[in-house]
């Protein structure tokens, strides 16, 4: 239901960049499983190769070989619902007559209509239904009138919504984050260039060392010879959105994002559910893989308070199998779970059990984990949920579950804990979700838990003073 593809950029001094983009998708494969790819160029012109499927499905031995040059960008794309589609595949590249771009796109715009069709009415022609596409073609634009970090500036002017973007113009590798930080972005330092990703667990991958979050609204470009990096603040918005979804769910525990490790993240959101909602078990066990954190740092919680519950890893999980949620009908999404997720009888038989997940979306794992582990013989069957209720639609993103489908849209905790037959259920409260990351509610986008936005979207309410850019007329010029 939430946007997350993966995006990289990496700059050399002496060595080809397809083999660490290559293991940096890898290392990003979570966020997006419908398919990858990566663009490079030699310094002459680019090279690009993008399929549909998993990194090491789309890529051959040799088609790395293919792919020459210092400096490249990659992606891994997350499946949109319906629509699976090779023409949205990225990086999307193009020609034109102030060179080559490529484009790596997380996030979602949330007016790349108005933009795309008033360059539609200056003859430009596009290719694909992608918000990415649009921003290649206003850049491009740009770049006909104006030096990089110009043309950088006045696209972001124009576009309004969620983006952390690798673009490639000719050899150079840039990296931009939108103004509110709502998806993120580090810079990275490895022994001979510099790299940009949406997680920091990819710069690990390659030996490298995290050097730093790119700054919400601030453009990096890396030097095309790997030596260094300039930056440029080129918007300075007044409050931050930072998806809080990053930190639950999305994200590697591994990673540190926006300065926090989202292992650490997870724990304390663990512990603080216990604190709100804490109830006495025999055991604790996490939904896993995404429910681990959160159960460890409530079992630590639950303990130190002198609770004795037994903190155990009484669900196995078959590894081969697909997340539940890329299945598209109910029926499939059911049956995964099963194959996915198997109780283990001694941990459960005769005693009250408390499982925890990260999220509620549809309440499809929940209903069957619940019948599964009264099958199993537990007595009791209690749920904690890592964060609070989802009641609306993530427009940040595309694989959208529609408010008729998430399961917390128009039912109260009650009403959810009957239908998934829990004996109890608690979610967490949204402040406990902005103190464990530290930062205010002004900073965070809570559209799926709220109903409000922090961006100004058609049929939506916002959270906040939102300033839309102002684009009339294509010329406007970008201040600076
Ligand atoms: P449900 O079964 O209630 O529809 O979904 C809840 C499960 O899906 C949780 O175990 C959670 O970890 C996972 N989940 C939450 N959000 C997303 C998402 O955006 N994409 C995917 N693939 N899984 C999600
Ligand atoms: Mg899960």
Request: with cysteine; aromatic share 6%; hydrophobic share 35%.
């Amino acid at each position: 239901m939430h946007e997350k593809c993966g995006v990289v950029g990496i700059s050399l001094e002496d060595r080809d960049a397809a083999r660490p983009l290559y293991y940096s998708l890898y290392a990003l494969q979570h966020r997006g499983q419908e398919s990858a790819g990566i663009v490079t160029h030699d310094g002459f012109q680019q090279h690009s190769h993008v399929e549909m499927g998993l990194v090491g499905d789309a890529f051959e031995p040799g088609d790395l070989e293919q792919l020459n040059g210092p400096n490249g960008i990659g992606h891994v794309r997350y499946p949109t619902a319906g629509s699976v589609n090779a023409c949205c595949a990225q990086p999307f590249s193009v020609s034109f007559k102030s060179g080559s771009l490529g484009l790596s796109h997380n996030g979602n715009l949330v007016n790349a209509g108005e933009i795309r069709e008033q360059l539609a009415d200056l003859g430009h022609a596009f290719t694909s239904d992608g918000d990415t596409e649009v921003i290649a073609h206003d850049l491009a634009r740009n770049l006909l009138e104006e030096d990089l970090v110009r043309a950088v500036k006045r696209t972001m002017s124009r576009i309004h919504g969620s983006y952390s973007l690798t673009i490639m113009h000719d050899d150079t590798v840039l990296g931009v984050r939108d103004p509110q930080g709502n998806r993120p972005l580090c810079i990275g330092k490895l022994e001979d260039g510099y790299v940009l990703a949406s997680e920091s667990a990819a710069i690990d991958t390659l030996d490298g060392e995290l050097v730093r979050d790119v700054r919400p609204g601030e453009l990096v470009v890396l030097h095309p010879d790997g030596t260094g990096y300039d930056t440029y603040q080129l918007v300075q918005a007044e409050t931050t959105a930072h998806c809080f979804f990053e930190h639950v769910y999305f994200a590697r525990p591994d990673s540190v994002i926006d300065d926090e490790l989202v292992y650490e993240v997870r724990r304390e959101l663990g512990r603080e559910l216990w604190e709100e909602s804490g109830i006495e078990s025999d055991v604790v066990m996490p939904v896993p893989d995404s429910g681990r954190a959160f159960a460890s740092g409530y079992a630590e919680a639950a303990n130190e308070d002198g609770s004795g519950v037994e903190f155990a890893e009484g669900l196995m999980k078959n590894r081969y199998v697909g997340r539940t949620f890329i299945m598209p009908t109910q029926d499939e999404r059911e049956r995964a779970v099963r194959l996915k997720l198997n109780p283990i009888k001694s941990s459960v038989e005769g005693r009250s059990v408390t499982i925890i997940d990260d999220s509620i979306v549809r309440g499809t794992t929940s209903n069957q984990l619940v019948q599964l582990l009264r099958d199993a013989g537990a007595e009791e069957v209690h749920v904690r949920i890592g964060a609070p209720q989802i009641i609306a639609p993530c427009y940040m993103g595309i694989d959208m579950a529609s408010r008729e489908e998430l399961i917390a849209a128009d039912k109260s905790v009650e009403e959810i804990r009957a239908e998934i037959e829990a004996d109890s259920l608690s979610y967490l409260s949204i402040d406990a979700v902005s103190s464990a990351l530290g930062n205010s509610r002004a900073d965070l986008c809570l559209g799926c838990v709220t109903g409000e936005y922090p961006y100004d979207i058609d049929g939506e309410t916002t959270d906040r003073d939102v300033e839309r850019p102002v684009i009339s007329g294509v010329g406007a010029e970008a201040d600076d």
